[in-house]
């Protein structure tokens, strides 16, 4: 049973629009959030988090919103660039019971179109 | 340069032979993590440790063993036991093993031929 969903498996978008990769969860105790960023054949690069507390977070052309409600969350990049180009993963975490281990979804690979 | 290593990037095995990965970290981090990424899947969790000579099983220790002396390494090896061995293996650190961020090595594919 998925913990960490993220239903589309790819997501194309023009070059300067926005990007919004979606991804929803199951577990209420998840309280923190993390997307990653992968290249083929590297490690995962840690992009930008949220905790539970709070409903958006924001570093340059990264957004995460968390809809706790809906058990949801989303990552906007705005613009988006060809760099950007990649697989991404959004992971969750619950303080109590996982002593920090992250459950990953499956990823969304995302294409940049110039 | 602070960070997380993993050698090689590129290994080779025959059926039926051990291997161990190495993962190193300069971070000064507690907490180490193996994972496997298959194609079309997630990062699976393999094992992780929390402190030095503390190590527990994750969702897919079947077939793995790691060992945990020093702070900074967190070797994984991958046994014969393993029936589907090969796959991208990610190391990852993070500060402490609450819910800091994670932060991965550059991972090392590994080919069981």
């Known amino acids: 049973d998925q913990q960490v969903k993220q239903n589309s498996p790819s997501l194309s978008v023009q070059e300067g629009r926005i990007s919004i990769l979606n991804c929803d969860y199951t577990?209420?105790?998840?309280?923190?959030f993390l997307w990653y960023k992968k290249y083929p054949a590297e490690g995962p690069t840690f992009l930008i988090s949220i905790s539970s507390i709070k409903d958006k977070n924001e570093d340059g052309r990264f957004t995460v919103f968390l809809n706790k409600s809906a058990k949801h969350l989303s990552l906007h990049i705005v613009p988006s660039q060809p760099g950007d180009s990649a697989v991404y993963f959004c992971a969750a975490s619950a303080f109590v019971g996982s002593q920090g281990n992250l459950i990953f979804g499956k990823g969304t690979k995302l294409s940049v179109k110039p | 340069d602070g960070g997380i290593t993993q050698s090689p990037k590129y290994l080779f095995r025959k059926e039926g032979q051990n291997v161990t990965l190495s993962c190193e970290q300069n971070?000064?981090?507690?907490?180490m993590y193996w994972y496997r990424q298959d194609p079309g899947q997630g990062l699976r969790l393999i094992y992780y440790s929390q402190i030095v000579n503390d190590f527990q099983k994750g969702d897919i220790a079947e077939g793995y063993s790691v060992s945990r002396e020093k702070k900074e390494s967190f070797p994984l090896t991958v046994t014969s036991a393993q029936k589907n061995p090969t796959a991208f293996y990610l190391c990852?650190?993070?500060?402490?093993?609450?819910?800091?961020?994670?932060?991965f090595g550059p991972g090392t594919r590994l080919t069981v031929l």
């Open positions: 577990n209420s105790m998840f309280d923190y």
């Open positions: 990852a650190s993070s500060a402490t093993g609450s819910t800091d961020t994670q932060y």
């Open positions: 971070l000064n981090h507690d907490a």
